[in-house]
């Protein structure tokens, strides 16, 4: 029987490669997507299909993490073997401006779907998207045992979720596992995320079109991964006889100037004669270095990452240098009307 699988968060980064990913393996899928005014869903627009198509298998439902009710009406009507849960404020530096809301979406709407699956009785498997944030501070190479010490209200959210996972594994006896995920990233990042930022500048400043990348901190270094290989990893987690917890990520360390200069050399450009320090850009905490230690994802899973951090950094600007050349206009100028 085709598997069916719920992917909240479907429209980003994440969710797009994921939704990918199981459609390739023969799966159902349905995405949640809250409403807005605007479509939101460029990232996976080239795998819609027409619902009234009988090989259709990707559907999009309206619905929202901090509404339980519609969440359960909708696990009873979709029954689905596994729910993957990648919603939620996912920016570091937006979580210092917007703390409340990032509890919310990122910590409590994790709870409502796992209270919606418990009381729906519905029997699947469920994936909560952790995150190297919650190890904030933590020295060190950080592993599935390392203590959590977050540094922003991003990562104190996406622990509360963490701890709620465990809980409903543990108190319910649910199969709910949590991937402790470091950066991953790609050409379908959110331009705000600093490697997008970063890229998406670099092929701006070549094509003559900005002068200057405006950037905070440049000394905290990072585990940078390729996403695609990160939600295999997801799935796998999924695959397993029995559920736990697994950091996934590359082991290596890059500091945000190496990702800075390794971009800009690529498009053949200078960045000391491009970067500014904007303060703007500086968080009220900053964690130093994130590595991870993803050995039992390779022992247990068979999960192993292929592209290295120098391989994603030509990848997505070679991308964003593509897309700015076939960038077409999509706005009609209109005559600006005299003043009454």
Request: glycine residues 8%; proline residues 5%; aromatic residues 10%.
């Amino acid at each position: 029987m085709t598997r069916r699988a719920l992917i909240t968060g479907i429209t980003g980064q994440d969710g797009s490669y994921l939704a990918e990913l199981l459609l390739e393996k023969g799966y159902e899928v349905h995405g949640l997507r809250r409403r807005s005014s605007t479509f939101n869903s460029s990232r996976i627009e080239h795998l819609y299909q027409d619902p009234h198509d009988p090989d259709a298998r990707l559907f999009l439902h309206y619905a929202d993490l901090a509404d339980g009710a519609r969440l359960i009406r909708l696990l009873h009507r979709l029954r689905p073997d596994e729910v993957y849960n990648l919603a939620g404020q996912s920016h570091v530096a937006v979580s210092f401006e917007e703390p409340e809301y990032t509890a919310a979406t990122t910590g409590i709407g994790a709870v409502t779907l796992l209270e919606a699956i418990r009381t729906s009785g519905v029997d699947c498997r469920f994936y909560q998207a952790s995150s190297s944030a919650m190890f904030g501070t933590t020295p060190g190479l950080q592993d599935e045992e390392s203590p959590f010490r977050p540094s922003s209200p991003y990562g104190a959210a996406k622990l509360h979720a963490h701890w709620s996972t465990v809980t409903y594994r543990e108190g319910y006896d649910m199969y709910a596992v949590s991937g402790i995920l470091f950066n991953h990233e790609s050409p379908r990042r959110g331009e705000t995320f600093v490697t997008r930022k970063v890229t998406r500048a670099v092929a701006r400043i070549q094509a003559g079109l900005d002068d200057y990348l405006y950037m905070g901190n440049l000394d905290p270094t990072r585990d940078w991964g390729y996403a695609p290989e990160y939600v295999e990893g997801m799935w796998r987690m999924l695959q397993a006889d029995e559920p736990d917890d697994y950091v996934l990520a590359t082991g290596t360390s890059y500091s945000v100037r190496d990702f800075v200069v390794a971009a800009f050399e690529h498009a053949g450009l200078d960045w000391e004669k491009h970067v500014r320090l904007d303060e703007r850009y500086v968080r009220p905490t900053e964690t130093a270095a994130l590595v991870g230690d993803a050995s039992k994802a390779e022992r247990v899973l068979g999960w192993k990452p292929r592209v290295t951090t120098g391989e994603l950094v030509r990848i997505m600007v070679d991308a964003d240098i593509e897309a700015l050349a076939n960038e077409g206009r999509h706005w009609i100028d209109v005559p600006r009307l005299p003043p009454v």
